[in-house]
């Protein structure tokens, strides 16, 4: 799958599903995406091969790995997966490989060893190691909440510096950053490397237009058909 944005709109990401219109990673959430026109469908999987930000926040109406893939298969929407702990890439591989899903798939991972895990069972499939590690629900949290507008600036300053070793510690060949994080050098940089760069979780039209001007490959919402709607609007 080619992630990087060559001239088009950003691709859109649901995430969760589409985590502000139903409750997120259940099969409600990933039909409501579809149905809001993302390209790609982001989900949360967890050891036990259920969707679920952790063991914590398992849905009362849990979903199977296999019953999401069934799902996303069956519309023609790209699946986007987000491996939440290291130990489990190769049935999350053999998933998608059963589902014959490989070729339509992103992997998502804020731990290196599972990204360069993933790499070794299915190295054609896009590898974003995401950053920060998202342990804490930072991806819900508007502006300023995760940090002040001066911290922000700050991290967003130093953190081109720090790429290059994130990519390479993760063998990775695609960046997932929150997206207070991304700014013009941080996505040239990543450009000039060949690595897309994904952005979570922009849910105003104020930060998909930001994104969208920064040069972001792609674009994660918890409601997708916003972040379409503002795309298109002149």
């Known amino acids: 799958m080619n992630l990087l944005r060559s001239g088009r709109r950003p691709l859109v990401i649901g995430h969760r599903g589409a985590a502000a ?10 039909r409501a995406a579809v149905a809001a026109g993302a390209d790609l469908v982001e989900f949360d999987i967890g050891p036990d091969l259920r969707l679920a930000h952790s063991a914590q926040e398992v849905p009362e109406s849990h979903v199977t790995l296999d019953s999401a893939l069934d799902y996303l298969k069956a519309q023609g929407v790209g699946v986007h997966l987000d491996v939440k702990e290291p130990g489990y890439e ?3 591989v053999a998933a998608l490989r059963r589902h014959g899903l490989l070729t339509n798939a992103v992997f998502a991972t804020a731990y290196a060893l599972s990204s360069r895990r993933l790499g070794q069972l299915a190295p054609d499939v896009p590898r974003a190691i995401s950053y920060p590690r998202d342990r804490y629900g930072v991806s819900h949290l508007r502006w300023p909440g995760v940090v002040t507008r001066s911290g922000a600036a700050a991290l967003r300053a130093a953190f081109p510096g720090r790429l290059p070793l994130l990519l390479n510690s993760a063998r990775a060949d695609t960046l997932s950053l929150h997206h207070t994080l991304c700014s013009r050098s941080a996505v040239r940089l990543a450009h000039r490397r060949g690595v897309p760069v994904l952005a979570w979780t922009a849910n105003d039209p104020d930060a998909v237009r930001r994104l969208e001007e920064l040069g972001v490959d792609a674009i994660v919402s918890d409601d997708p058909g916003m972040a379409l709607a503002t795309l298109r609007s002149p």
């Open 90 to 92: 190769e049935p999350v």
């Open 21 to 30: 219109v139903a409750p997120e990673n259940t099969l409600e959430s990933l």
